[in-house]
């Protein structure tokens, strides 16, 4: 198993480009995350989804979209990136919103000039 | 809403100590869970120790061990023996049950740069 995968690991943006976050897992989990980390900052979630056809706003939705493709992919879409969404994302899984773990993949660094 | 508050932005320990790391939480919740994430330089990030709240004991996995209060919703983490592989983020993290308008979602603090000197 591969678990939790994401691309690309890096990446760089002008201000206004847009861009599409990938985020696969292949455990068979439900539900699937997206968080945001930003320096002296924990983990901040930005949109989720319960289950296959569901999404819903976290903390901090502004400029973001997502899309569940299916049970195994959950994108996350930046359509005008602006210099305050410079930070590393993390994509995340659970096998169902009340387990107990949860899986993160290695992230993605963005930079928007 | 909940939160999650870590005091201490960074600690530093030798190596073969222990080290106590805090962690402290505001909900309204009586059934909830903790965390504690371990975040490396490889940015991967490693479930450490969970712990339920309705368990009176507190959780231990080798090295690592939670000190829970749940009157005072303290949540700390002890590593002993530390080495110098545990130099890392450390995120505490919270999660209430998934059940009405909770949808279960983890909430961190702002974490603790953990140095382990040899």
């Known amino acids: 198993n591969a678990g939790v995968t994401q691309t690309p690991k890096f990446q760089v943006l002008k201000t206004g480009q847009s861009m599409t976050l990938q985020c696969a897992q292949d455990?068979?989990?439900?539900?699937m995350y997206w968080y945001r980390q930003d320096p002296g900052m924990g983990l901040r979630l930005i949109y989720y989804s319960a289950s296959e056809g569901t999404t819903d706003k976290g903390e901090v939705p502004n400029g973001y979209n997502v899309s569940r493709l299916n049970k195994r992919e959950f994108s996350l879409r930046l359509e005008s990136a602006a210099p305050s969404q410079t930070s590393v994302y993390f994509c995340?899984?659970?096998?169902?919103?009340?387990?107990?773990?949860?899986?993160f993949g290695p992230g993605t660094r963005l930079t928007v000039t | 809403a909940q939160t999650v508050t870590q005091s201490q932005p960074e600690m530093s320990v030798q190596e073969a100590e222990t080290v106590t790391l805090s962690c402290t939480y505001d909900t309204s919740e009586s059934d909830y869970y903790l965390f504690w994430y371990k975040q490396p330089p490889s940015r991967q990030m490693i479930l450490v120790i969970r712990q339920e709240a309705y368990k009176q004991q507190n959780a231990t996995e080798n090295r690592f061990s939670v000190n829970f209060q749940k009157a005072a919703k303290s949540f700390s983490l002890k590593i002993s023996d530390s080495q110098l592989g545990d130099a890392a983020m450390y995120f505490c993290a919270y999660r209430a049950p998934y059940y009405g308008g909770s949808q279960g979602n983890l909430i961190f603090g702002k974490g603790t740069k953990l140095s382990v000197k040899p």
């Open positions: 455990m068979n989990h439900n539900s």
């Open positions: 995340a899984s659970r096998v169902n919103p009340n387990s107990y773990e949860q899986y």
